[in-house]
């Protein structure tokens, strides 16, 4: 009989070790879905099995009652936590509202009441007796059950069966590879499962010994196999349905020889494969019957894989991630591959889109650079010679039309700066210039230009420049000139009758820098207020009506709001319909000291000395040819020409030249090919003659050939005379 009291004891005491061990376990895991309720599950078994025994042990009838009833606290629980564990493990918890678990509650709670009262009502046990255990000394507790009992036993092993039956939905639904934690989750259930309906049925061998505490003990160790063995914790089977199996890209997992061990239904449905039929296999194995590329290393490498889908080829994108155990050692890899398919032709679209485009931009500058070729170059006879006339014997009528001329010929070239400089802007090519800027001579000739036009007599152009305005700044002279000639132009335009006016005022000084406040107003038509967003836009202008009256590009606002704002400056406007407009901008410029404009005031006195200067111009134009000679021979120089880069580099080897003039766009040997072969005849002596590039070219690419060709600096056409004076004087070594 002790044998049997010690075996009890002994069991009883190592099922309360093993369920207290996995309840530690489970709450060190407590942040894993499901650890909580398995380890609540673990502690209400411990305080079952714990009671149990204490009722089982205890010699006096009223303590062995209470330890009794108290060992009901884990029974009446017990179930609903299971339930709530199945929904936690299969993702379905919410489900289950806080007021669900409210009214799970109610039976079990209702059944406490009923245990602890039953001395009141026999609703629950008809009859409690003592009887002793066969072969020990054991006295057990035995019930005679009343009809509570068996509302508190059916609710119970409900609670059981839908926990199992919400389990092994879920299990039976998953890939193989999950079938070892099927199995455990199973058979961890079905024990105490079993054992509970084996003692309500009285079939267990032994009579009256409620066995379901020792069961709990084989759950417990079924789980710590599950825990550490086969992760259940850690990748739930649940997880793999609810995340993996939903996916739209295709998840492979391989093991360390690189062999399939689990794939998801988006990646057989690619393969065309049943999931037996791919499990096992290698990657390589699979991606040779699939893949354009046999190197499966390759795709490795480039994280890319393009893939032979029903005969067409599609692109993934590929992401790997390694898989490591507890113990930090690599037993596999995880890998995604999304389809990028659409993702790729849309990058080849748009590759030759751009590719179209920068052919087309290409196509373009070639055309405006090939344009303004042929319109500057004759253009350049018209304003050269007209400016040649200016000192001729004229009658009033005939200097009026070349005034006239003059204007015209400035127009047009204006259009075609206009129309190169959007394409620049555009582009973003346009790079500006810093040069000397003498701002009073330049306003001062802008309004000249300005008194030829044919409503001189109708508007009135003044222009105040205050005193703390430097003489002298630096910055893009042929910019700031088309900036306020562009803004003139609109302004006059738009002005039948009144004034207009130029103020310039230095906002800022610094040292070495000023910031200029520039306005230009008018008492023209006006522009309405919900129009002044607008106005900046390319080839915008007010309606069509306008357009009709007043004609003009719209480009005009448009170039001159992105000049200024690459001049690191702004612009702004300010008017009312029927009373005028007022453009004002402010621009920062760098200003010279005393000895910089001395240096260049005195090259402006050379050009009042005689001096002998030998310059070639190299010029296939006739008229070009006849019109530089004859602005050069106006201050006595010694002339000479030549048609193309041969005949120069011809007449180079029978004389020397103070300056070569050169054209770039020549027959027979072009203006860069000249420049260079006159460079390397120079190297082994000490002469160097400066070169300027004069042509009719005027995009910074040209002019960045020419310097890299050997030029020394570099005009535009048309050329104003004594531009091209003081450029010559700068290059030119010589005595002042």
């Known amino acids: 009989m002790l044998t049997g009291t010690i075996l009890y004891i002994t069991y009883s005491s190592v099922s309360i070790i093993v369920l207290m061990t996995m309840a530690f376990l489970f709450w060190k895991r407590r942040s894993a879905v499901g650890a909580s309720s398995m380890m609540l599950i673990m502690i209400l078994a411990v305080e079952w099995s714990m ?24 029974v009446v629980y017990i179930p609903v936590v299971w339930l709530i564990f199945s929904l936690q493990y299969t993702r379905k918890e919410n489900d289950l509202k806080k007021g669900h678990i409210y009214l799970l509650l109610i039976i079990p709670c209702i059944t406490l009441f009923m245990v602890f009262t039953n001395d009141y ?69 079905l024990i105490p499962f079993s054992d509970q309906i084996l003692f309500l049925l009285q079939l267990r061998p032994i009579k009256n010994l409620d066995t379901t505490t020792f069961s709990f003990t084989f759950t417990g160790v079924l789980f710590f196999i599950g825990m550490f063995r086969y992760r259940i914790l ?49 990657i390589e194995s699979v991606a040779e019957k699939i893949a354009f590329s046999k190197e499966i290393n390759e795709i490795y490498r480039n994280g890319k894989i393009v893939l032979n889908i029903e005969g067409k080829k599609r692109y993934y994108d590929m992401k790997r991630s390694p898989l490591f155990n507890k113990k930090n050692y690599r037993i596999g890899e995880f890998i995604v591959l999304r389809d990028i398919t659409s993702l790729e032709e849309t990058m080849k ?28 170059t004759p253009i350049n006879g018209i304003i050269g010679m007209a400016e040649l006339l200016e000192n001729a014997s004229l009658t009033p009528e005939e200097k009026e039309n070349l005034r006239i001329l003059q204007y015209s010929a400035d127009s047009l070239l204006d259009i075609i700066n206009d129309i190169l400089d959007f394409s620049k802007i555009e582009a973003g090519k346009m790079e500006l210039q810093n040069t000397r800027i003498n701002i009073r001579q330049l306003v001062s000739d802008i309004v ?87 106005l900046f836009q390319s080839f915008h202008q007010l309606d069509n009506s306008t357009k009709r009256k007043y004609g003009g590009t719209g480009l005009g606002l448009s170039i001159v709001k992105s000049l200024i704002e690459l001049m690191g400056g702004t612009i702004s406007v300010k008017s009312k319909e029927g009373i005028g407009s007022r453009f004002s901008f402010e621009i920062t410029f760098e200003t010279l000291d005393e000895v910089k404009i001395k240096e260049d005031l005195d090259l402006r006195d050379c050009l009042k000395k ?18 530089i000679k004859k602005m050069l021979t106006k201050k006595n120089w010694i002339v000479e020409t030549a048609e193309n880069g041969r005949e120069a580099l011809e007449k180079i080897e029978q004389d020397r030249y103070d300056l070569i003039l050169m054209d770039i766009q020549m027959p027979i040997m072009d203006g860069y090919e000249a420049a260079k072969s006159i460079r390397e005849k120079e190297m082994n002596s000490n ?17 960045r050939k020419s310097i890299e060709a050997g030029m020394d600096g570099y005009l535009t056409k048309p050329i104003k005379s004594e531009n091209l004076y003081l450029n010559i004087l700068k290059y030119v070594n010589i005595s002042l």
């Open 610 to 627: 005689d001096m002998m200067l030998r310059v070639l111009v190299v010029e296939d134009s006739k008229v070009n040819q006849l019109l």
């Open 687 to 703: 002469i160097h003659t400066p070169i300027i590039a004069l042509t009719a070219n005027a995009t910074e690419e040209d002019k």
């Open 121 to 189: 009502h026999h609703l629950f046990a008809s009859q409690t007796r003592i009887e002793l255990l066969k072969g020990s000394n054991l006295q057990l507790v035995v019930i005679d059950y009343a009809s509570w009992f068996w509302i508190h036993a059916s609710y119970s092993l409900s609670m059981i069966i839908v926990g199992m039956v919400i389990l092994l939905y879920t299990l039976v639904r998953l890939s193989k590879i999950y079938t070892k934690q099927a199995i455990i989750m199973i058979l961890a259930v």
């Open 349 to 376: 679209e748009l590759e030759w889109a751009k590719f179209t485009a920068e052919e087309s931009n290409k196509a373009k500058s070639k055309f405006l650079a090939a344009m303004s070729h042929e319109i500057r």
């Open 234 to 282: 850690d990748l739930i089977p649940v997880a793999r349905t609810a995340v993996i199996e939903t996916m739209e890209d295709l998840v492979v997992v391989l093991d360390n020889q690189k062999r399939i061990i689990d794939i998801n239904t988006s990646a057989q449905d690619m393969l065309k494969m049943e999931y037996h039929q791919i499990i096992g296999q290698t």
């Open 51 to 74: 009671c149990t025994l204490l009722s089982s042990v205890c010699s006096y009838f009223e303590v062995k009652i209470f330890w009794d009833k108290l060992s009901y606290l884990g």
């Open 448 to 534: 000249k230009t300005f008194a030829y036009t044919e409503k001189k007599e109708y508007i009135e152009l003044n222009y105040d420049i205050n005193d703390n305005v430097p003489e002298v700044i630096t910055g893009d002279l042929v910019r700031l000139r088309q900036i306020l000639i562009n803004l003139l132009s609109n302004a006059f335009k738009f002005t039948e009758k009144g004034k207009i006016n130029i103020h310039i005022d230095a906002a800022e000084k610094e040292v070495n820098k000023v910031k200029l406040l520039l306005s230009i107003s008018d008492t023209g038509i006006g522009i309405a207020e919900n129009k002044l967003e607008s």
